[in-house]
């Protein structure tokens, strides 16, 4: 999504032409000035509407240093799926559909169809369902789960050490329907059926060498990834990613959410890590929690998102302060105290979730719905180690972790690249 | 009526056979019913890019309507009206009333090289006209010694096919398809008045083991029993699928349901009867029928579709769990299809053809593993409702797979 040195201090900020040379590359159309904006001050956005002033018709560039999806600015909807390999399929295969994938990609997210039909008696090339609709930011990250680097493809020397299931961590009870994954895609977009459409015809497109695992749509963006858009909240009620990286903090980005030198893989160089986890809220009980719990149990005000401490929402909270009656002010077990970075030794993730719902359980009669938790980082022992620290949190009582997935995501491409260029070489 | 007198198109024999429509189908057929006449007749329509016909009373094979373009020759000129119209049959009327320079009407290619239809010798005072079946595209309607000759006529829509009976290789295929089917369904019938004859017998658990025997040929010729919706929603439709009316649930899974959901014989033999009967007008019919390349294609997707939305969930044979022959026999159907293609998709597509062979190699592995002797009610599988969701989850993926492959076929077959 940015061009090639826009996340390092000193490289220079890059120009709009920059921008749309990326996007012409694309096969793109419209770059918004607003968007180059984003990365074009480190220290803060051009706009306080940022993303949410940009038109709909907007692309974000494919082909990038990085992948888009990850700094781009969280758009408000998400189609995330997972895919496993059928049972046959072969290394070419995969090297193959991972570059139908990219070519498929770099026109969707230009706002193009998958390819052009005209040929009566064929089955459209695109599914269709998205002809007419704006891209809206589309953006498509794609991902390699561990289970990739098995015996089936040849990829063993190339796993990441990394990148493995994540251990049992507090508080989950991981539906098998919902965790893991060969591959998995992350469309993001402002419009819900741009997302949906791109990883439909993704997976279709792979059919026969690969199959939808488990699928998840997400209605609203529960993060902010850059310091121009609002803070959105989530199904509790409460503001949700005020204290986390944006993407102009280009020191924070490159020591907590790039892989940088220290890979032991080269290939995963400036990507990064996705870990997804679908967390069920049991929103009717936190709904009848009464208010000042509720801002207990979070450790900030419900309504200003500003800390128990004091001030707005973006005021430092202060974690050592005390009543009166000599107990913190934000409360042991609160949620912002345990996730933290100043009680995790500095560890931090980028956050990029959004609110999800199946329905309601049919035994229970109770919403099936939650946070689909999405977040990248340069190694997953960040977000096993905050999981870990979660373990007291008070929020446990009102939720639970039911799916689990990481992924090692790689780098971004120059045109002419495919995903899987470095795994095959 | 003059006509001109070149290549006369054949008069249809037979108009399209329409289902009666007080019995819901389970499913829109793609399959046109049409007559061997009719259908030969539309063949060699195509195979000339519209041939000439005499004006009389011809039968359009779709049992389509017909567009009517009327022509009035004058000095200036020889406008069709309408000068655009849809694809298929369209009647040319042309009349001459006054222009003395002027006598013919011709339909012509766009770059006027080919003649396609024509009227002569229409001196004043004279009618005449010309039917064609037409293709999209530009043409021109010509009147030579008009002020202006050349007159634009478009024909816009849907192509109705290629020009396959003058390939050999597809002729040979639809030819062989339509003795597959007749043997098909003789084959059906004769299995299943062994399956009646169990049941007038009282014996239970030997028509337990005909009923998936009888049902595997009907399973491969499914889409083209769906011709006759009627007829197909009486043979094999299922409860609420799309039968909702007691007594119109009258075919094999009605039996189905009293041999192993009821455990009884009572009521079968007449339904047996009837499914016989059934069964025979199916066979006057398919015997009568003709196909083409693009139906057989898309036939050979819409087994696979059928195998992957109601075999794999257990639905189709949901009394019985005796899914995994017929979901076989839709497989067999397929690759039929497939391999009658063959000799013609070698050369025209031979990746698409690996692909096939692969996938369906990849369906029979799975098979495979749910093969026993004699198996579940001697079908040589396993019960298939023992098999758990995570295996469903494979075979449906190596079904939809090759279902995927099939459904580029029909491109294959129509692009000459």
Known sequence: MISPGTDEPGKGAPTRRRLLAGAGAAGAGVVAAGLAGYFARPDGPDSPLGAESAGRDVTVPFYGRHQAGIATPAQDRLAFGTLNAVPGATRADLRDLLRAWTTAAARMTAGQPVGEDNRPYAPPVDTGEAVGSPVSRLTITLGYGPSLFDHRFGLADRKPSALAQLPPLPNENLDPDYTGGDLCVQACSDDPLVAFHAVRNLARIGMGVVEHHWMELGFGRTSTTTASQQTPRNLLGFKDGTRNIKAEQTRLMNDYVWVGPEADQPWLQRGSYLVARKIRIFVENWDRDYLQDQEHVIGRAKVSGAPLTGGTEFTVPDFAAQGSDGQPVIPADAHIRLASFEHNHGIRILRRGYSFTDGIDPQAGTLLGGLFFIAFMKDPAQFIRLQQSLAADALNEYIHHTGSAVFACPPGLRPGQYWGNTLFT | ?416
């Open chain 2, 1 to 416: 009526m003059q006509t001109s007198g070149t290549s006369a198109r054949p008069t249809a024999t037979g108009a399209a056979r329409s289902a009666p429509a007080s019995r819901p189908r389970t499913r829109r057929s793609r399959w046109a019913p049409v007559s061997a006449a009719a259908a030969v007749a539309a063949g060699l329509a195509l195979a000339a890019s519209g041939c000439a016909s005499s004006h009389g009373p011809a039968v359009s094979a779709s049992g389509a309507d017909k567009t009517t373009v009327t022509i009035q020759l004058t000095p200036q000129g020889c406008a069709p009206k309408p000068a655009r119209v849809p694809a298929g049959e369209v009647d040319f009327v042309v009349a001459n009333k006054d222009a003395d320079a002027v006598s013919e009407a011709e339909l012509r290619t766009a770059d006027l090289s080919k003649i396609l239809g024509e009227q002569e010798n229409l001196t004043p005072g004279l009618s005449g006209g010309f039917s064609l079946t037409i293709q999209p595209g530009s043409y021109k309607i010509n009147c030579p010694g008009a002020a202006q000759q050349h007159w634009d006529f478009t024909v816009r829509g849907k192509a109705t096919g290629p020009s396959w009976p003058s390939n050999p290789q597809l002729a040979a295929a639809v030819h062989s398809y339509a003795s597959y089917v007749d043997r098909s369904t003789a084959g059906l019938i004769s299995h299943t008045q062994e399956f009646c004859q169990a049941i007038d017998a009282g014996n239970l658990s030997r028509a337990q083991i005909l009923y998936p025997r009888a049902r595997v040929y009907y399973e491969r010729i499914e889409p083209v029993a769906e011709i006759w919706g009627s007829l197909d929603t009486d043979i094999d439709g299922r409860w609420e699928n799309p039968v909702t009316v007691p007594s119109q649930f009258i075919g094999f899974h009605k039996i189905e349901q009293l041999l192993w959901a009821d455990s009884t014989l009572a009521g079968a033999p007449s339904l047996c009867a009837g499914l016989v009967k059934n069964e025979q007008q199916l066979l006057t019919l398919v015997r009568s029928a003709q196909y083409n390349p693009l139906e057989m294609s898309s036939g050979a997707t819409d087994l696979i579709n059928e195998a992957a939305t109601s075999k794999i969930t257990g639905e189709e044979e949901r009394y019985s769990n005796t899914d995994f022959p017929v979901l076989a026999a839709n497989v067999d159907g397929a690759m039929e299809v497939v391999a009658l293609l063959r000799p013609y998709l070698q050369h025209k597509d031979p990746g698409l053809v690996t692909q096939i062979k692969t996938r369906d190699a990849a369906i029979t592995a799975l098979l495979a593993r749910y093969q026993a002797s004699p198996g579940y009610d001697d079908t040589g599988y396993v019960e298939y409702s023992a098999v758990l969701d995570p295996q469903r989850r494979q075979l449906s993926a190596a079904v939809n797979a090759l279902a995927e492959s099939l459904s580029q076929l029909s491109v294959q077959v129509s692009s000459g």
